[in-house]
Structures are given as structure tokens and as C-alpha cells.
Nanobody, 120 residues
Framework: QVQLVESGGGLVQPGGTLRLSCAAS????????MGWYRQAPGKERELAAA???????NYADSVKGRFTISRDNAKNTVYLEMNSLKPEDTAVYYC??????????????WGQGTQVTVSS
């Protein structure tokens, strides 16, 4: 059984900073992909930032220069540092990972989501 556990959401004023964490736990052989998506009210879920299977980093244009994704491979954890937050960043943020588990099965996993609200 594998799962993703997110933390770090909350309420912040415009211009503020938040750091999200997502830890993958369970029997994991390797991680092919790990990143953050977000879904604002009434909108579709969209990519915010992610490490691809090729080791590159993708950012949504709307967050470039403000958000930074990083990871700790030893802890199977990915972080999202969000700076200069804007009201339009308000959304539920979801962690997504493609994990290789025992018997070399591949599992696409999602976290439960964490609310980020940017408001004065």
C-alpha cells in the first residue's frame, strides 16, 4: 500500500509565502514522476510544477519565477515553495506521483489535496 501525504497549505496574504510538502510512503522501488497540480473553484485541475521522468522540471507559465519545486530523494518527498502569492493562486493543491512498486508495477497516485487561500 502506497500513499501520498501532503501538508503545508493554509491562508496567506497576497505577496506572502507558503511551502507545501508531499511525502510518498509504502513499498516504493522508484519514483518516475512527482509534482503538484492545483484546482481552483470552477476550473479544471492544472499542472503547477513537476519533476518529469527525464529529470527535468516543468512549471506552469503562471507560476514561473514565483514557485520553486524541490525534492529529497532519500525521503521520497517533494516540496513546493510558493512566493509572491496572488489571489489567483487560491486552489486546492494536489500531489501526484507515478511510483514503481513491488513486482515492478506502476501506480499513479494522488494525494488528498491541501487548500491554499490567498486573501487579505
Amino acid at each position: 500500500q502506497v500513499q501520498l501525504v501532503e501538508s503545508g497549505g493554509g491562508l496567506v496574504q497576497p505577496g506572502g509565502t507558503l511551502r507545501l510538502s508531499c511525502a510518498a510512503s509504502g513499498s516504493i522501488i522508484s519514483i518516475n514522476y512527482m509534482g503538484w497540480y492545483r484546482q481552483a473553484p470552477g476550473k479544471e485541475r492544472e499542472l503547477a510544477a513537476a519533476f518529469t521522468s527525464g529529470g527535468r522540471i516543468n512549471y506552469a507559465d503562471s507560476v514561473k519565477g514565483r514557485f520553486t519545486i524541490s525534492r529529497d530523494n532519500a525521503k521520497n518527498t517533494v516540496y513546493l515553495e510558493m512566493n509572491s502569492l496572488k489571489p489567483e493562486d487560491t486552489a486546492v493543491y494536489y500531489c501526484n506521483a507515478v511510483l514503481v512498486v513491488p513486482l515492478y508495477r506502476v501506480k499513479d497516485c494522488w494525494g488528498q489535496g491541501t487548500q491554499v487561500t490567498v486573501s487579505s
